[in-house]
């Protein structure tokens, strides 16, 4: 097992790479997913609250 | 529309542009002294020596013509942006590219050609002999116009943008690495002893492709930002 | 068939049919890259045997590689799509291109990273001004003009078109940098570094580095039809579907 990670006394430069990778692609998808929530939210409030005020208007 | 027609608008676009720019020498001035200064402070910031200094002369002299050039970009379109004349010149039945290119000339006129002009007495103080002194200036003065043209794009699609000076430096200055490329290695060239023809053709040809497709890309950009 | 492919196209470039579409595709695209990442991951530690020259750190070209490619491909889809917005007034296209351009910079930026982690006990530095690396470099630039233009323009409209044109003159001009860099660097006879392998291994790491490639092209997929749903919806929030869509959605 320690085998694997040392990679013959390359392991630093290997997992530095591979984990930086793994590290960008998954923060870039969250990150997606969270901003992509974020804007619904504040969307769907702002429709809402304009639905409310035309509502009234009508009334 | 007959060519002279053509002509006529171009020439006066130009003629406006030096006349407002010769009203303005401050800021043409200013460019100049910050050329000037930037060469200035690299012997203080490396070495006084001569030997270091004429390895570097050349690209240091190209680097600073090239941040020199980046800031007089932002005068070449804002002025007339915000006093209106952009969007009249827009209305103009004479292409857009063609008054472009008429502000691009003028721009280069009063910002690229006095680097040429004060660059013997920069290469000279950074111990370049006179043969290279006189192939930095062919350099320069086929690359200059390429900088003013590419840079007249970034200058268009940052017109009345927030930051827009730094933003222009952002967008510009990696397509100014072929320009440097060649104007600089020309000069290494011919210091090392070696051909240089290859450079200065190459040169050429980017500012004849620069002089055909950029102000069609300026026009665009120019359109974008207005309208 | 043409016909019936430009009907195709014209249906989903209405922002309304593509979010629709998109929605659906997206899980399948995760699917497909999820799976080729992980067979890749394995065939790059399990299968791929050690280099007899460079030894183990030789697996960092499987992402290394498919990284550069990515990087590079991105960039000509952003400007392909800028080209039809542009042109054709696709709306759909110029937001495809921004939703592309920050997973292209990724891209760049770990093409940028693996190579140095690859360098250092390949060739004993992190960096070298090799022409690979160098135009790397001015690629990243180009993404970044690009994301900063688009974010400092309010105007979605107007930054949308201004990033989409400096899209296509980075795109002319890209392979004269490349070659502009490539002959300054034989001219300065500098390193220039390419992944050397053994004939008979060679097969089997180039498998290997494109189903990585093609599992990052489905990554680059599904994240940027996600991107691209919220910037369909960021801008057509005026008008009825979406509307609907965000009211139907708390009831």
Redesign the interface.
């Known amino acids: 097992m320690s085998d ?1 990670f040392s ?5 630093f ?2 997992w ?3 984990g ?2 793994a590290l ?2 998954i923060v ?2 969250l990150v ?2 969270l ?2 929530r974020a ?2 939210q504040r ?2 409030r ?3 609250a304009e ?1 409310r005020t035309s509502h009234r208007q009508k009334d | 529309m007959t060519e002279d027609g053509l002509f006529v608008a171009w020439r006066a676009m130009l003629v406006r542009d030096l006349t407002l720019a010769m009203r303005r020498r401050a800021d043409v001035l200013t460019s100049l002294f910050f050329f000037i200064i930037v060469v200035s402070l690299f012997p203080l910031g490396v070495s006084p020596e001569m030997a270091v200094l004429r390895g570097i002369a050349p690209g240091v002299i190209w680097v600073a013509a090239l941040l020199a050039t980046m800031l007089s970009l932002g005068r070449m379109f804002s002025d007339d942006h915000q006093d209106g004349s952009l969007e009249q010149m827009l209305l103009l039945p004479q292409p857009l590219s063609l008054l472009v290119l008429g502000k691009v000339l003028a721009h280069w006129l009063v910002s690229g050609l006095p680097l040429v002009l004060l660059s013997p007495l920069l290469g000279m103080q950074l111990g370049l002999g006179a043969d290279a002194i006189g192939l930095l200036m062919l350099t320069l003065l086929l690359g200059t116009p390429v900088l003013s043209l590419i840079g007249a794009i970034g200058a268009g699609l940052t017109l009345g943008v927030r930051g827009g000076g730094v933003l222009v430096s952002l967008l510009v200055l990696p397509l100014y690495i072929p320009v440097l490329i060649f104007g600089t290695g020309a000069v290494d060239a011919s210091l090392g002893g070696m051909d240089y023809e290859g450079h200065l053709s190459l040169l050429g040809a980017f500012l004849v492709m620069a002089l055909l497709t950029t102000p069609l890309a300026t026009a665009a950009a120019l359109r974008i930002s207005v309208e | 068939m043409g016909f019936k492919n430009s009907i195709a196209w014209y249906y989903f470039s209405s922002p309304k049919n593509f979010y629709a579409l998109a929605g659906k595709l997206i899980p399948w695209f995760w699917v497909l890259a999820i799976g080729l990442i992980g067979v890749g991951l394995y065939m790059s530690f399990f299968v791929a045997p050690t280099d007899y020259k460079q030894g183990e750190s030789y697996r960092i070209i499987f992402i290394h590689v498919p990284a550069a490619w990515m990087s590079m491909f991105i960039y000509l889809v952003m400007a392909a799509y800028a080209i039809i917005g542009l042109a054709w007034k696709v709306r759909m296209a110029d937001m495809m291109a921004s939703a592309l351009a920050p997973t292209g910079a990724m891209f760049t930026f770990l093409a940028l990273w693996t190579g140095a982690f690859w360098g250092k006990p390949t060739w004993g530095t992190y960096w070298v001004w090799d022409a690979r690396l160098t135009s790397e470099l001015i690629l990243l630039f180009l993404y970044i003009g690009f994301i900063s233009l688009q974010s400092a323009i309010d105007d979605p409209r107007r930054a949308a078109k201004a990033s989409g044109l400096l899209a296509i003159v980075g795109v002319i001009n890209l392979p004269i940098i490349y070659f502009s860099v490539k002959w300054w660097n034989t001219l300065h006879q500098g390193a220039s570094v390419s992944p050397t392998m053994a004939p008979k291994m060679a097969s089997i790491m180039l498998t290997t580095m494109l189903i990585m490639a093609i599992g990052f092209w489905m990554y680059t997929i599904a994240v940027v039809l996600m991107r691209a749903r919220r910037i369909v919806l960021e801008r057509e929030r005026q008008t009825g579907w979406v509307r609907e869509l965000l009211l139907g959605e708390g009831k």
């Open positions: 694997f990679m013959g006394g390359h392991g430069y290997i530095a790479s591979y930086m990778t960008f692609m870039e998808v997606v997913v901003s992509n804007v619904r969307l769907t702002m429709v809402r639905a």
